[in-house]
């Protein structure tokens, strides 16, 4: 019953993901306008008016939507973490770097949220000190590409030290998810551009990344709901699986 | 699913064989990252192409200021590489495991001899006052060569990698997972700059 408890607490936390997933598109991208955010090269005036007039209650409904989000990734990441420390052993080291990863994009998340917030809360307030919040919020996003990278590569680590015939998390998976950590870097564009795919609100600076992002909560959030499935059934009498012989108990004991 | 053929013309004629494998090169997933790197490398030149439809009289001033000598010996050098690693691979199916260390290696100097060659072309252009911020075509040139540039290093790293484990016979004809996926890494490496020439250098 016990087990079963944890199971079920585990589901949860990795539920959040999908929580977070569904609520960042919805607040964030729709709400908000972010999907069609201000250009970084459009101007003091303009991006006031984006702020002030155009998006207004869109981004302060929208962003409330997203930092609340954002506080879900907090235990779906740590989630992640269990998951991969499972695979990793003792003393799992890639695991607690997926976590702390996640939670840490999970507070930049929020100090964001924040920052375009008080962009959009004072009409009053001076066109310069309004692009600023929003140059700072989009800075700070997306130059956190640093830390998404790192969570990805330690996630792939770990997935590949799985040697199960039916690993946790499918290898095309994996070499998706360092492909995508790679491919990151160019988030590291909008400090160096106010135009162009790699300003802050351009395909490659802006768009892929946050593709990337997502599908690699939502796609390995399925892979470990599945696992998680797997171990229920593991733990229910009557119930054969030849192929997956079990993870030796010192195993499954995470260490976080 | 089991996969048998049966062979017609051996006997006993209905006992049935195990097909070849169909497995693709290297090891298991790696050609979704092989895919999901050519699909970046798309939308980086799609991108680039759509920056040139924009200023096309500014690209192609910009352009000639490339060295199209040193870009196409750089390009002979890379698919010079590229074969001596096709030949690697070859040897180690064959078990010819002698072969293998000196073909890597000879992929492995090609390499740094790409990088030497590229940062002299680097050296002229800076010298000359081109930087990535000169324009958008120099932010491009920059950027796709300098990408193009880290791939190479990961793929000569790695290349240098296999080499020195192909020295202690770590790999053999049924043992060659990592070497194939390294060499389709730096196949991929030398498909990039194929693209990558003729996008800066030759379009006019």
């Given at each position: ?17 999908y ?9 964030w ?13 459009l101007?003091?005036d ?9 998006h ?23 989630q992640?973490?269990?998951?991969l ?9 890639m ?11 999970s507070l930049i ?13 004072r ?12 140059d ?10 640093i830390y ?27 070499w ?34 946050v593709a ?18 797997r ?10 699986h030849?192929d997956r012989?079990a ?9 976080l | 699913m ?10 006993p004629?209905?006992?049935p ?16 990252f092989?895919?999901?790197?050519c699909?970046i490398?798309?939308v980086l ?5 759509q ?6 009289a500014?690209f ?5 200021t ?20 096709a ?25 740094l001899?790409?990088v ?9 252009e800076l ?31 790695l ?14 004809s ?31």
């Open positions: 019953m016990e087990d079963g408890g944890r199971l079920e607490t585990q589901k949860v936390a990795l539920w959040c993901n929580v977070f997933v569904a609520l960042t598109a919805i607040g991208l729709g709400i908000a306008h972010f999907i069609l955010p201000a250009r970084a090269d101007g003091l303009a991006t006031k008016v984006w702020y002030t007039q155009s207004r209650m869109g981004v302060l409904v929208g962003c409330t939507i997203f930092y609340i989000a954002a506080g879900l990734l907090t235990p779906g990441s740590i992640f973490g269990i998951m420390a499972k695979i990793e052993g003792r003393r799992p080291v695991a607690i770097t997926t976590a702390v990863c996640g939670v840490f994009i998340v929020f100090f964001n949220c924040c920052a375009w917030v008080v962009a959009a809360y009409p009053q307030t001076g066109a310069d000190v309004i692009q600023s919040w929003n700072w919020a989009w800075m700070a996003f997306l130059l956190g590409w998404l990278t790192i969570e990805m590569l330690a996630t792939g680590i770990v997935e590949l030290m799985d040697r199960r015939p039916r690993p946790m998390v499918p290898r095309w998976m994996t998706f998810t360092f492909g995508g950590a790679i491919a990151l870097f160019t988030a590291a564009g909008p400090a160096f551009t106010k135009s162009g795919p790699f300003a802050y609100h351009g395909l490659l600076a802006y768009y892929i990344p990337i992002w997502g599908a690699y909560i939502s796609l390995t959030t399925w892979f470990m709901m599945k696992e998680l499935g171990e229920g059934s593991e733990s229910t009498p009557g119930v054969l030849r012989p993870v030796a108990a010192a195993d499954r004991a995470p260490a | 089991s996969c048998t053929v049966t062979v017609q013309q051996s006997l004629p209905t006992e064989q195990p097909c070849k494998s169909q497995r693709l090169p290297g090891v298991d997933g790696f050609w979704a092989i895919g999901f790197d699909v490398f798309a030149f799609f991108s680039f192409l920056a040139r439809h924009g200023d096309p500014l192609e001033a910009s352009r000639r490339l060295d199209s000598n040193l870009a196409g010996l750089n390009t002979i050098i890379l698919l010079t590489s590229s074969w001596m690693v030949l690697a691979v070859q040897a180690v199916k064959r078990d010819e495991l002698d072969r293998v260390p000196r073909f890597v290696f000879g992929g492995v100097s090609a390499g001899l790409f030497l060659f590229k940062s002299v072309e680097y050296g002229h010298a000359a006052g081109i930087t990535p911020a000169t324009n958008a075509f120099s932010m491009w040139y920059f950027t796709l060569t300098g990408i193009h540039v880290a791939h190479l290093l990961v793929g000569t790293s290349l240098a990698y296999v080499g020195t484990k192909s020295r202690q016979r770590a790999y053999h049924r043992h060659r997972a990592v070497l194939e996926s390294v060499a389709t890494f730096w196949h991929l490496v030398d498909v990039l700059w194929i693209v990558l020439f003729p996008l800066l250098y030759l379009q006019r």
